[in-house]
Nanobody, 125 residues
């Protein structure tokens, strides 16, 4: 079994930056694709970014391309989401998740089998 623990959320002004971390605790923690999703109040959970288990292949939602960067350090069993030029519409709870079935991580949240508790990101205008 794997446990995912997110951290790094907070309140930031528009145009600012944050880096989220996801600690992966469990067996074979580096052998899976990982993804970040977010959910704003009253909205569905949406895909943000994903990475293959090597970190070589990454995918992004169009809304964050050029502003967010996903990366991983398998030696530290940690996945990161560097967020820059944040906008008020980025406000949401951000979740990391494990995808056991695809190489680079699916944009479909139903493909993920383990989720963290989430970390709140609030961007003020």
């Amino acid at each position: 079994q794997v446990q995912l623990v997110e951290s790094g959320g907070g309140v930031v002004q528009a145009g600012g930056s944050l880096r989220l971390s996801c600690a992966i605790i469990g067996r074979a923690s580096s052998s899976y694709a990982m993804g970040w999703f977010r959910q704003a109040p009253g909205k569905e959970r949406e895909f943000v970014a994903s990475t293959s288990w090597t970190g070589v292949t990454t995918e992004y939602a169009d809304s964050v391309k050029g502003r967010f960067t996903i990366s991983r350090d398998n030696a530290k069993n940690t996945v990161y989401l560097q967020m820059t030029n944040l906008k008020p519409e980025d406000t949401a709870v951000y979740y990391c998740a494990r995808d056991p079935s695809t190489y680079s991580g699916s944009n479909d949240y139903t493909q993920y089998d383990s989720w963290g508790q989430g970390t709140q990101v609030t961007v003020s205008s």
